[in-house]
Structures are given as C-alpha cells and as structure tokens.
C-alpha cells in the first residue's frame, strides 16, 4: 500500500512496525493513443509545450492526478490555458480513454498505463517535476502466518524481483 498509509495502520497498532518494507516507487507518465507520435517529455520545456499544444489533456482522480491539476500545471505556468482543454477522468484508468480518442494525451502513474492496450507509452515526466508514490508493506500484528509474510516481503524488495518490479511500470527502491 502507498508508505504514508501504511505508517497510518503502524501508528493504530495494527501493523508490526519490525515488518515495514519498502517495495517500490510509482512515477507519473503520460501516453498518447497507438499510432500517434509519441512525443518527447524528457524537459520541462518540452512537457509544457506539448501540453500547451495538446488538443485534450486528461489525468487521473488519484493522488497524482489531484498533483497535477493543483501543483504541476503551476510549477510550469500553463494552468489557464490547460483549464478550459484538461479534464480529470474518474473511476477508469486515463489510459483506456485516451486509446478510444476522447483525449490527445493522458497522464497517470506509469503502472496504470502500461497494461492498458491502444496507447503508447511517451515517457515519465522529468524527475524535478514528478510525484513519487512510494510503495510499502507490512505484516499485520494478527496475521496467522508472519514467517511466511516475511518471506514473501523479503522476496519482494530482493533483487530477484527487480526486473518484475520495474516491467510492470514502477521503479526500484534504492536500497
């Protein structure tokens, strides 16, 4: 679960706080619909001139889209002319809209994105400007099995999973 809520469950006594494990960070992305240009968004200057050129600009009800409606379309001054052209979308994963055309482009953590079919990844946007949601887990004081828990948490922030970690969208944990 995201790390801030898990501390939450530590904090009530639900969760042994011995067992907190970092797993992995999930940045945001952004796609554009299969067949399209991808373009590049590797800089500040080229995410906002590709979000000022955009058509349509949809992102998520989650946290990351809450950042970049409030903070990232600020930190690069487009909020009014992104205003009347972007559109937070609920419930379903921006991705899935952006394939059927409704939107020119979408942003949304990259692990939401990539399963999707009908888009084409473009890239993570640039690290001064991202949200990072970092992933963790713990063993709950209750559980009927800890050892195991712990295994399997041990396991997961090994590198031995690394390369799943990382082809399913999110990114390691330094260690």
């Known amino acids: 679960m995201v790390g801030?809520?898990?501390?939450d469950l530590?904090?009530?006594?639900?969760?042994?706080?011995a067992s907190r494990v970092e797993l992995a960070d999930s940045r945001i992305g952004m796609a554009v619909k299969a067949g399209a240009q991808a373009p590049s968004i590797k800089t500040d200057a080229e995410l906002k001139?590709?979000?000022?050129?955009?058509?349509?600009?949809?992102?998520?009800?989650?946290?990351s889209g809450v950042y970049i409606q409030n903070e990232l379309f600020k930190k690069l001054g487009v909020q009014a002319q992104l205003a009347p052209k972007?559109?937070?979308?609920?419930r379903i994963p921006v991705a899935s809209v952006v394939a059927k055309g409704d939107y020119e482009v979408g942003f949304q953590q990259v692990a939401e994105l990539l399963p999707v079919p009908g888009i084409t990844f473009?890239?993570?946007?640039?690290?001064?400007?991202?949200?990072?949601?970092r992933y963790a887990a713990g063993i709950p004081k209750n559980a009927e099995h800890p050892a195991e828990a712990r295994k399997l948490l041990t396991y997961l922030a090994s590198p031995d999973a690394q390369a799943t970690v990382r082809a399913t969208g999110l990114d390691s944990v330094p260690r």
């Open 86 to 90: 972007s559109t937070m979308v609920e």
């Open 4 to 7: 801030y809520a898990l501390d």
């Open 10 to 17: 530590i904090k009530q006594g639900k969760v042994d706080p």
């Open 49 to 63: 001139q590709v979000l000022l050129s955009a058509k349509s600009v949809a992102y998520s009800d989650s946290a």
């Open 122 to 133: 473009a890239g993570k946007i640039p690290e001064d400007l991202q949200s990072v949601t």
